[in-house]
Protein backbone atom coordinates (compact mmCIF):
# COMPACT_ATOMS: atom_id res chain seq x y z
CA UNK A 1 0.00 0.00 0.00
CA UNK A 2 1.22 3.56 -0.44
CA UNK A 3 -0.02 6.94 0.59
CA UNK A 4 -0.86 9.59 -1.32
CA UNK A 5 -1.46 13.48 0.55
CA UNK A 6 -2.69 16.46 -1.48
CA UNK A 7 -1.69 19.68 -0.22
CA UNK A 8 0.86 20.77 1.79
CA UNK A 9 0.77 18.78 5.44
CA UNK A 10 -0.78 20.89 8.56
CA UNK A 11 1.01 22.21 11.02
CA UNK A 12 -1.66 21.53 13.52
CA UNK A 13 -2.43 18.47 15.19
CA UNK A 14 -5.56 17.36 17.70
CA UNK A 15 -6.97 20.56 19.77
CA UNK A 16 -4.84 23.22 20.36
CA UNK A 17 -1.28 21.63 19.35
CA UNK A 18 1.15 22.48 17.05
CA UNK A 19 4.32 20.97 15.66
CA UNK A 20 7.67 20.94 14.11
CA UNK A 21 10.19 18.76 12.88
CA UNK A 22 12.26 17.70 15.71
CA UNK A 23 16.35 18.50 16.45
CA UNK A 24 18.39 16.72 18.24
CA UNK A 25 18.82 18.99 21.36
CA UNK A 26 15.14 19.79 21.74
CA UNK A 27 15.05 16.06 22.68
CA UNK A 28 17.56 16.22 25.01
CA UNK A 29 16.48 19.36 26.40
CA UNK A 30 12.64 17.96 26.56
CA UNK A 31 11.18 21.48 25.17
CA UNK A 32 8.39 19.71 23.56
CA UNK A 33 6.75 15.79 23.22
CA UNK A 34 9.02 13.69 20.99
CA UNK A 35 7.15 11.33 18.45
CA UNK A 36 7.89 9.43 15.55
CA UNK A 37 5.94 9.14 12.40
CA UNK A 38 7.23 8.10 9.21
CA UNK A 39 10.49 7.70 10.13
CA UNK A 40 10.86 11.06 11.19
CA UNK A 41 11.15 12.37 15.06
CA UNK A 42 8.41 15.16 15.45
CA UNK A 43 8.33 17.75 18.44
CA UNK A 44 4.53 18.42 19.65
CA UNK A 45 3.91 21.94 21.85
CA UNK A 46 0.54 22.11 23.45
CA UNK A 47 -0.83 25.47 22.80
CA UNK A 48 -1.30 28.15 25.31
CA UNK A 49 -4.77 28.96 23.89
CA UNK A 50 -6.64 26.13 22.36
CA UNK A 51 -7.45 26.16 18.89
CA UNK A 52 -10.59 24.40 17.61
CA UNK A 53 -10.30 22.31 14.36
CA UNK A 54 -14.05 22.69 13.54
CA UNK A 55 -14.45 25.90 15.87
CA UNK A 56 -18.47 26.56 16.76
CA UNK A 57 -20.12 30.01 15.80
CA UNK A 58 -20.46 30.55 19.54
CA UNK A 59 -16.88 30.69 19.74
CA UNK A 60 -16.53 32.16 16.85
CA UNK A 61 -18.51 34.92 17.67
CA UNK A 62 -16.63 35.47 21.25
CA UNK A 63 -19.33 34.35 23.92
CA UNK A 64 -18.01 31.10 24.76
CA UNK A 65 -13.92 30.42 25.38
CA UNK A 66 -14.31 27.53 23.73
CA UNK A 67 -15.98 25.05 22.09
CA UNK A 68 -15.53 22.13 18.82
CA UNK A 69 -18.48 22.24 16.26
CA UNK A 70 -19.96 19.07 16.75
CA UNK A 71 -22.93 18.93 14.49
CA UNK A 72 -21.29 19.32 11.04
CA UNK A 73 -22.38 23.53 11.01
CA UNK A 74 -26.12 22.30 11.26
CA UNK A 75 -27.53 24.61 13.42
CA UNK A 76 -30.96 23.83 12.94
CA UNK A 77 -30.49 20.62 14.80
CA UNK A 78 -27.41 21.13 16.98
CA UNK A 79 -28.74 20.42 20.86
CA UNK A 80 -25.90 22.58 22.17
CA UNK A 81 -26.82 25.85 19.98
CA UNK A 82 -30.73 25.12 21.26
CA UNK A 83 -29.83 25.15 24.40
CA UNK A 84 -27.40 28.34 23.99
CA UNK A 85 -30.52 30.37 22.21
CA UNK A 86 -32.67 29.44 25.21
CA UNK A 87 -29.86 30.83 27.73
CA UNK A 88 -30.07 34.45 25.21
CA UNK A 89 -33.54 34.33 25.71
CA UNK A 90 -33.55 34.63 29.17
CA UNK A 91 -31.01 37.27 29.14
CA UNK A 92 -29.05 34.98 30.66
CA UNK A 93 -26.27 35.09 28.41
CA UNK A 94 -25.34 37.62 25.17
CA UNK A 95 -26.22 36.26 21.83
CA UNK A 96 -24.30 34.94 19.31
CA UNK A 97 -26.06 37.43 17.07
CA UNK A 98 -25.48 40.54 19.64
CA UNK A 99 -22.15 39.66 20.41
CA UNK A 100 -21.11 39.92 16.41
CA UNK A 101 -23.41 43.10 16.49
CA UNK A 102 -21.14 44.71 18.95
CA UNK A 103 -18.24 44.43 16.57
CA UNK A 104 -16.88 47.46 14.46
CA UNK A 105 -18.50 47.36 11.20
CA UNK A 106 -15.62 45.62 8.98
CA UNK A 107 -15.51 42.55 11.47
CA UNK A 108 -19.21 42.09 11.41
CA UNK A 109 -19.15 39.05 8.87
CA UNK A 110 -21.43 36.38 7.52
CA UNK A 111 -22.06 33.73 9.68
CA UNK A 112 -20.64 31.41 7.27
CA UNK A 113 -17.39 33.65 7.30
CA UNK A 114 -17.06 32.95 10.59
CA UNK A 115 -17.14 28.97 10.85
CA UNK A 116 -15.09 29.11 7.57
CA UNK A 117 -17.72 27.03 5.37
CA UNK A 118 -16.94 30.64 2.91
CA UNK A 119 -14.17 33.04 2.27
CA UNK A 120 -15.14 36.44 4.14
CA UNK A 121 -18.34 37.94 3.24
CA UNK A 122 -19.77 41.15 5.53
CA UNK A 123 -23.25 41.05 6.96
CA UNK A 124 -25.66 42.69 5.04
CA UNK A 125 -28.74 41.65 7.09
CA UNK A 126 -27.49 42.64 10.77
CA UNK A 127 -27.36 39.05 11.59
CA UNK A 128 -31.10 38.34 10.72
CA UNK A 129 -30.16 35.31 8.94
CA UNK A 130 -33.77 34.26 8.36
CA UNK A 131 -34.24 37.31 6.01
CA UNK A 132 -31.00 36.51 4.49
CA UNK A 133 -31.21 35.71 0.83
CA UNK A 134 -28.10 34.15 0.78
CA UNK A 135 -27.96 32.32 3.45
CA UNK A 136 -30.97 30.54 2.30
CA UNK A 137 -29.27 30.46 -1.59
CA UNK A 138 -26.01 28.87 0.46
CA UNK A 139 -27.92 25.98 2.35
CA UNK A 140 -30.08 25.20 -0.77
CA UNK A 141 -28.02 25.53 -4.00
CA UNK A 142 -24.06 26.58 -3.18
CA UNK A 143 -23.35 24.02 -0.29
CA UNK A 144 -25.18 21.50 -2.46
CA UNK A 145 -23.05 22.23 -5.10
CA UNK A 146 -19.77 22.63 -4.02
CA UNK A 147 -17.89 19.07 -2.94
CA UNK A 148 -14.48 18.96 -1.80
CA UNK A 149 -11.73 16.60 -3.38
CA UNK A 150 -9.90 14.06 -0.71
CA UNK A 151 -6.64 15.44 0.96
CA UNK A 152 -5.48 11.91 2.05
CA UNK A 153 -5.68 8.90 -0.18
CA UNK A 154 -4.45 5.74 1.03
CA UNK A 155 -4.01 3.11 -2.90
CA UNK A 156 -4.52 -0.60 -2.42
CA UNK A 157 -3.12 -2.24 -5.63
CA UNK A 158 -4.63 0.08 -7.91
CA UNK A 159 -7.71 1.65 -5.86
CA UNK A 160 -7.90 4.48 -4.13
CA UNK A 161 -9.59 4.54 -0.50
CA UNK A 162 -9.85 8.41 1.03
CA UNK A 163 -9.64 9.12 4.41
CA UNK A 164 -13.20 10.56 5.97
CA UNK A 165 -14.78 8.84 3.50
CA UNK A 166 -17.50 6.05 5.16
CA UNK A 167 -17.78 2.86 2.88
CA UNK A 168 -20.69 0.20 2.41
CA UNK A 169 -19.90 -3.19 1.70
CA UNK A 170 -21.40 -2.71 -1.72
CA UNK A 171 -19.00 -0.61 -2.86
CA UNK A 172 -20.76 3.09 -2.18
CA UNK A 173 -19.21 5.59 -0.17
CA UNK A 174 -21.09 8.22 1.58
CA UNK A 175 -19.26 11.68 2.76
CA UNK A 176 -20.45 14.17 5.64
CA UNK A 177 -20.75 17.33 4.36
CA UNK A 178 -20.65 20.93 6.27
CA UNK A 179 -23.98 21.93 7.33
CA UNK A 180 -25.27 18.56 7.76
CA UNK A 181 -25.80 16.08 4.58
CA UNK A 182 -24.36 13.52 3.37
CA UNK A 183 -22.77 12.82 -0.62
CA UNK A 184 -22.92 9.45 -2.08
CA UNK A 185 -21.04 7.53 -4.80
CA UNK A 186 -19.86 4.88 -6.17
CA UNK A 187 -16.16 3.80 -4.85
CA UNK A 188 -12.97 3.49 -7.04
CA UNK A 189 -13.10 -0.23 -6.63
CA UNK A 190 -16.40 -1.04 -8.37
CA UNK A 191 -15.63 1.40 -11.17
CA UNK A 192 -12.48 0.40 -12.33
CA UNK A 193 -13.65 -3.57 -11.63
CA UNK A 194 -17.32 -2.50 -13.75
CA UNK A 195 -15.55 -0.46 -16.32
CA UNK A 196 -17.04 3.07 -17.77
CA UNK A 197 -21.02 3.21 -17.91
CA UNK A 198 -23.04 3.86 -20.30
CA UNK A 199 -25.41 5.69 -18.14
CA UNK A 200 -26.62 5.62 -14.66
CA UNK A 201 -30.37 4.91 -13.80
CA UNK A 202 -30.63 8.19 -11.21
CA UNK A 203 -33.62 8.97 -9.08
CA UNK A 204 -34.77 12.37 -8.99
CA UNK A 205 -34.53 14.65 -5.81
CA UNK A 206 -36.80 14.10 -3.15
CA UNK A 207 -36.71 10.20 -4.05
CA UNK A 208 -36.22 8.09 -0.28
CA UNK A 209 -33.34 5.66 -0.24
CA UNK A 210 -33.30 3.10 2.13
CA UNK A 211 -29.99 1.51 3.43
CA UNK A 212 -28.87 -1.48 1.96
CA UNK A 213 -32.18 -1.51 -0.04
CA UNK A 214 -31.51 -1.01 -4.22
CA UNK A 215 -31.40 2.77 -4.92
CA UNK A 216 -30.38 3.07 -8.25
CA UNK A 217 -28.16 0.95 -11.33
CA UNK A 218 -25.88 1.55 -13.99
CA UNK A 219 -25.87 0.24 -17.35
CA UNK A 220 -23.04 -1.19 -19.50
CA UNK A 221 -23.79 -2.11 -23.32
CA UNK A 222 -26.82 -5.54 -22.68
CA UNK A 223 -25.12 -5.00 -19.05
CA UNK A 224 -27.24 -4.05 -15.91
CA UNK A 225 -26.09 -3.71 -11.89
CA UNK A 226 -28.49 -2.30 -9.24
CA UNK A 227 -26.94 -0.44 -6.65
CA UNK A 228 -27.62 -0.42 -2.71
CA UNK A 229 -27.66 3.04 -1.09
CA UNK A 230 -25.76 3.04 1.87
CA UNK A 231 -27.77 5.22 4.27
CA UNK A 232 -31.03 6.55 4.59
CA UNK A 233 -31.99 9.83 3.88
CA UNK A 234 -33.67 11.66 1.24
CA UNK A 235 -32.37 12.88 -2.08
CA UNK A 236 -31.38 16.66 -1.69
CA UNK A 237 -29.27 17.29 -5.10
CA UNK A 238 -28.89 15.01 -8.02
CA UNK A 239 -25.44 15.45 -10.13
CA UNK A 240 -26.61 15.98 -13.56
CA UNK A 241 -23.29 16.14 -14.97
CA UNK A 242 -22.67 12.67 -14.00
CA UNK A 243 -25.74 11.79 -16.00
CA UNK A 244 -24.76 13.59 -19.13
CA UNK A 245 -21.36 12.52 -18.74
CA UNK A 246 -21.06 8.80 -17.44
CA UNK A 247 -17.39 8.77 -17.33
CA UNK A 248 -16.72 12.10 -15.38
CA UNK A 249 -17.72 8.98 -12.12
CA UNK A 250 -14.84 7.14 -13.05
CA UNK A 251 -12.23 10.05 -13.49
CA UNK A 252 -13.41 11.51 -10.20
CA UNK A 253 -15.06 9.36 -7.75
CA UNK A 254 -14.40 10.84 -4.65
CA UNK A 255 -14.53 14.65 -6.03
CA UNK A 256 -16.61 15.35 -9.04
CA UNK A 257 -17.89 12.24 -10.01
CA UNK A 258 -20.51 11.91 -6.84
CA UNK A 259 -24.19 10.95 -7.43
CA UNK A 260 -26.47 12.57 -5.16
CA UNK A 261 -26.79 14.81 -2.38
CA UNK A 262 -29.04 13.31 0.72
CA UNK A 263 -30.74 14.51 4.08
CA UNK A 264 -30.97 12.28 6.94
CA UNK A 265 -32.29 12.76 10.34
CA UNK A 266 -29.44 11.69 11.94
CA UNK A 267 -25.99 12.00 10.84
CA UNK A 268 -24.07 9.39 13.70
CA UNK A 269 -26.56 7.04 13.27
CA UNK A 270 -26.58 6.33 9.56
CA UNK A 271 -22.73 6.22 9.42
CA UNK A 272 -22.30 3.80 12.41
CA UNK A 273 -22.52 0.80 10.23
CA UNK A 274 -20.27 1.92 7.77
CA UNK A 275 -16.59 2.01 7.52
CA UNK A 276 -13.69 4.29 7.36
CA UNK A 277 -9.94 4.82 6.96
CA UNK A 278 -8.41 1.99 8.60
CA UNK A 279 -11.38 0.02 8.70
CA UNK A 280 -12.08 0.78 5.06
CA UNK A 281 -8.93 0.21 4.11
CA UNK A 282 -8.34 -3.48 5.15
CA UNK A 283 -12.16 -4.43 4.20
CA UNK A 284 -10.54 -3.08 0.45
CA UNK A 285 -8.24 -5.41 1.43
CA UNK A 286 -10.10 -8.11 1.60
CA UNK A 287 -11.92 -7.11 -1.43
CA UNK A 288 -8.97 -7.53 -3.71
CA UNK A 289 -7.92 -10.50 -2.78
CA UNK A 290 -10.75 -11.89 -3.59
CA UNK A 291 -11.22 -10.19 -7.06
CA UNK A 292 -7.38 -11.72 -7.80
CA UNK A 293 -8.75 -15.31 -7.14
CA UNK A 294 -11.72 -14.30 -9.79
CA UNK A 295 -9.02 -13.01 -12.18
CA UNK A 296 -6.83 -16.03 -11.86
CA UNK A 297 -9.66 -18.46 -12.36
CA UNK A 298 -9.87 -16.23 -16.38
CA UNK A 299 -6.87 -15.54 -17.09
CA UNK A 300 -4.36 -17.81 -15.03
CA UNK A 301 -1.55 -17.07 -12.20
CA UNK A 302 -1.34 -13.41 -11.25
CA UNK A 303 2.46 -12.08 -10.39
CA UNK A 304 3.93 -13.17 -7.11
CA UNK A 305 2.78 -10.03 -5.69
CA UNK A 306 -0.15 -9.81 -7.43
CA UNK A 307 0.43 -6.62 -9.30
CA UNK A 308 -1.58 -3.59 -9.54
CA UNK A 309 -4.81 -3.36 -11.21
CA UNK A 310 -5.93 -0.72 -14.09
CA UNK A 311 -9.22 0.31 -15.12
CA UNK A 312 -11.83 -1.64 -16.56
CA UNK A 313 -11.42 -5.40 -15.89
CA UNK A 314 -14.40 -6.54 -17.24
CA UNK A 315 -13.75 -4.60 -20.37
CA UNK A 316 -10.33 -6.36 -20.35
CA UNK A 317 -11.06 -9.71 -19.54
CA UNK A 318 -13.80 -11.27 -21.38
CA UNK A 319 -13.89 -14.05 -19.33
CA UNK A 320 -15.25 -12.27 -16.39
CA UNK A 321 -18.77 -12.90 -15.52
CA UNK A 322 -20.68 -9.89 -15.21
CA UNK A 323 -23.42 -10.97 -12.67
CA UNK A 324 -20.81 -12.72 -10.45
CA UNK A 325 -19.44 -9.43 -10.37
CA UNK A 326 -22.66 -7.83 -9.68
CA UNK A 327 -23.44 -10.44 -6.64
CA UNK A 328 -20.04 -10.52 -5.62
CA UNK A 329 -19.39 -7.06 -4.93
CA UNK A 330 -22.35 -4.98 -5.22
CA UNK A 331 -24.41 -7.72 -2.99
CA UNK A 332 -26.97 -7.60 -5.98
CA UNK A 333 -27.78 -9.46 -9.25
Avoid at 139 to 168: C, M, S, W
Avoid at 222 to 232: C, E, K
Wanted: net charge neutral; proline share 4%.
Amino acid sequence: MADKNNGTPRSRIGYGSSYHRGKRHEMEEKTGIGTVLGGQVWVVHPDKKARAENPCLWMEAGVVKYKNCTNFYDCTTCKYDHAMQARASTGKQVSWQNAMRRRPALERICRHSLTQRIANRSCAYDFHCEKCDFDQYFEDVLAAKTQNAPTAITTVKGFDVPRHYHFHNGHTWARIESGGNLRIGLDDFSLKVFGQADGFELPLMGKELSRDEIGWGLKRKRNLADVRAPIDGVIMEVNTQVMENPGLANREPYGDGWLFLVRTPDIKKATKNLMSDDAGVSWINGEVAILEEMVTEVAGPLAADGGTFGPDLYGNLPGMDWTKLTQTFLKTG
